[in-house]
């Protein structure tokens, strides 16, 4: 039914504000659709244009330092890289926004895609005439956070839906993500580890189809029961 790509990204930011804050790092990876393997990732460090709007609690959360933004490059060189790097993966041969990539995040529809939106009419990857972005595909997006709160609602060894509070759950060591986590790269591949998990879960919840050898969420005529007249 789809067969766009999808673009899994993170942004680390200067504060918690996504109608305000600066990005100061850039994550992502592109997932093909036909076989869900990960063919690319794009990062890059972002050199804020005002140091002094930075929350004190935002740089040590990501690990990073002013020194080091400072010798970053600026948004006005990094974001439209990033921006041209995601529609390579757009499906149609004249970009539109029809066969843009779907974007994946872990709590992006909240804060990153707003970002994102914020960001792309800045420097031009705007839709005017459906006032959007024109990069990702606007119509769905696959918000990971979202989905593991659907698996995972009646799981009472969670204790919250943070990403590391999953992934320690699922398996990843501490020590991996005491090292990795909350960089804007590693967020994002493991985000789309997860994404990857749950999608390919969500093929194999039935038996292969004996005609077209494929397999199916088998949800047809689910609800036709509720109409059939007794005879």
């Known amino acids: 039914m789809d067969y766009r790509n999808l673009i899994c990204f993170d942004f680390e930011t200067g504060s918690r504000y996504p109608e305000t804050t600066e990005i100061v790092q850039i994550g992502a990876c592109a997932i093909k659709r036909n076989n869900l393997e990960i063919v690319g990732q794009f990062q890059s460090l972002v050199k804020p244009e005002d140091f002094d709007a930075l929350e004190d609690e935002a ?19 990094v974001f439209p890289m990033f921006a041209e790097w995601i529609r390579k993966y757009n499906i149609n041969k004249d ?39 024109s990069v990702l595909y606007s119509t769905m997006s696959f918000d990971v956070m ?14 919250n839906n943070r990403l590391v509070t999953i992934l320690e759950y699922m398996g990843v060591p501490k020590e991996e993500i005491e090292k990795g986590a909350h960089d804007a790269l590693w967020d994002t591949m493991w985000t789309a580890r997860i994404a990857i998990k749950l999608l390919k879960l969500a093929e194999h919840l039935t038996e292969i189809n ?7 969420l088998n949800i047809k005529n689910t609800f036709a029961c509720m109409f059939e007249k007794n005879e």
Request: aromatic fraction near 12%; charged fraction near 25%.
């Open 95 to 133: 970009k539109n926004p029809f066969g843009a990539p779907i974007p994946v995040f872990f709590n992006g529809d909240n804060f990153d895609m707003p970002i994102m939106s914020r960001y792309c009419n800045k420097y031009g990857y705007w839709n005017s005439k459906r006032n959007e972005q």
């Open 210 to 216: 004996t005609e077209t050898k494929t397999r199916k």
């Open 146 to 159: 979202k989905h593991m709160w659907l698996w995972t609602r009646n799981n009472s060894e969670l204790k």
């Open 59 to 77: 740089l040590p959360v990501n690990g990073l330092t002013k020194e080091q933004l400072k010798e970053a490059p600026e948004c006005s060189t």
